[in-house]
């Protein structure tokens, strides 16, 4: 098996853990379990939680004392286990600590799946920015098919979902063990200051100013993700108690149309080697966050009737507003840190998006929403949202542009570890 073929397995596994139950779960809570939305918040909540140090704690270990393969296999085993006992938590609050374990454990296998990848690349003298994101695409075709493997089944509000997950993790946690080594990169001669001792190297990029605007607006935009993760369903769900779009194809089957977005990431990530190469970071990070601004506004003006092309054009914007910022930030990363410290830079770069960037999205936003768009008998005011998050993005845009000062030269090769 080649290299590229034996990583495609790799990503295709990684993300279909999360997708056979992320999308399904509330139909198993709500009613499976008949458990309060009030609860179901903080189960989405160990997510961001999850992200705020576990990345970084574990690309830690990896750098210093742990192949990254090894840790990655063995943290999917451990995963593995706990989804298998999440049926078994009779109340919410045990749920609660159980999907914690559970993300404890999956949220830093995202970017060990990065440094595992890039490794091997390197190592076969691949060119990163090319050969991944034709890789990494296969990780959302792998969420894909969880999600329809977990609705084919009749596992929606089932427990099964949860072993069909945990399956999955046990194959990756065991195949992990079979791919090439990632050894640790830090030595104990390497450690010469109290960041190096407690494991904290990674931050060292935000002395460069330029690294540090990166991280910050970085952060900024996993907020705007968090926030059409918790919400985009939600909105087309309320539709449905709207007569005029009672029999509406996006009312009867709102997963269908969401799924665009996910296909729209698929095709995506197949053009960032040429936007990255062609016109760099900063353009395409501003085109990322420009993108969000016409997801968002076309929702606001979007419905299920006449609108609902504002809708699929949003869902297929998504696809250009996630992965420009999401997967091209990561190959940043990847260019702009020194080799011994590759795993920890991609969790400090997750602990960003999906960790501080999520919490603050996920509890500013609904913090907003409940105290300017809800009305006393609970209706949101979706247009009035929509519009509020849009101008959030263009604003991002506006000022990335004069502070993110990093220069791209499109004749110059992509080196492993590019200077400031």
């Not at 709500?30 to 939305?37: A, D, I, K, M």
């Not at 706990?82 to 993300?103: D, E, G, K, V």
């Not at 935009?221 to 926030?227: D, E, N, R, S």
């Not at 296909?263 to 395409?284: C, D, M, Y």
Request: net charge positive; aromatic share 16%; proline share 5%.
């Amino acid at each position: 098996m080649n290299l590229k073929l034996r990583l495609t397995v790799m990503n295709f596994l990684q993300y279909f853990i999360w997708g056979a139950w992320l999308i399904t779960l509330g139909r198993y809570w709500f009613e499976t379990r008949g458990w309060s939305g009030t609860s179901f918040g903080a189960i989405f909540s160990t997510m961001g939680i999850s992200a705020l140090f576990m990345p970084s704690l574990m690309g830690i270990v990896a750098d210093r004392w742990i192949n990254a393969e090894k840790l990655y296999g063995a943290l999917h085993i451990i995963g593995g286990i706990c989804l298998c006992l999440l049926p078994q938590a009779s109340n919410p609050n045990q749920f609660f600590w159980l999907i914690l374990a559970t993300m404890l454990c999956y949220m830093p296998t995202i970017s060990l799946a990065i440094t595992v990848a890039y490794n091997a690349l390197k190592r076969q003298g691949m060119d990163v920015i090319g050969d991944y994101p034709p890789i990494r695409v296969w990780g959302t075709v792998g969420f894909i098919a969880a999600l329809w493997t977990t609705s084919l089944l009749g596992l929606e509000k089932s427990p099964g979902q949860f072993y069909v997950a945990a399956a999955a993790a046990f194959a990756l946690g065991l195949y992990a063990f079979t791919l090439p080594p990632a050894p640790p990169s830090m030595t104990r001669s390497d450690t010469r200051s109290l960041l190096d001792v407690i494991g904290l190297t990674s931050f060292r990029l935000f002395r460069d100013r330029n690294m540090a605007v990166f991280f910050i607006f970085a952060m900024l935009l996993g907020a705007a993700l968090q926030l059409t993760n918790a919400y985009g369903g939600t909105f087309l769900g309320e539709f449905e108690n709207n007569p005029a779009y009672a029999d509406a194809l996006a009312v009867k089957y709102p997963a269908i149309i969401m799924s665009i977005s996910q296909i729209s990431e698929t095709l995506f990530i197949l053009t960032i080697p040429f936007f990255l190469k062609r016109f760099g970071i900063k353009t395409v990070m501003t085109v990322s966050m420009l993108a969000w601004f016409l997801r968002f506004g076309l929702f606001a003006y979007g419905d299920p009737g006449p609108g609902l092309w504002m809708i699929v054009l949003s869902c297929i914007v998504y696809g250009m507003a996630f992965d420009f910022f999401n997967i091209s930030g990561s190959l940043f990363v990847e260019q702009q840190s020194d080799p011994r410290i590759r795993a920890s830079a991609q969790g400090l770069y997750m602990l960003m998006t999906n960790g501080i960037g999520a919490v603050l999205g996920s509890s500013i936003s609904g913090w907003m929403i409940d105290r300017f768009y809800t009305a006393a008998d609970g209706t949101k005011d979706w247009p009035g949202i929509w519009t509020a998050f849009a101008l959030y993005a263009l604003v991002m845009a506006i000022l990335f542009v004069p502070l993110f000062k990093h220069r791209h030269d499109p004749d110059k090769a992509t080196p492993a570890h590019a200077g400031h």
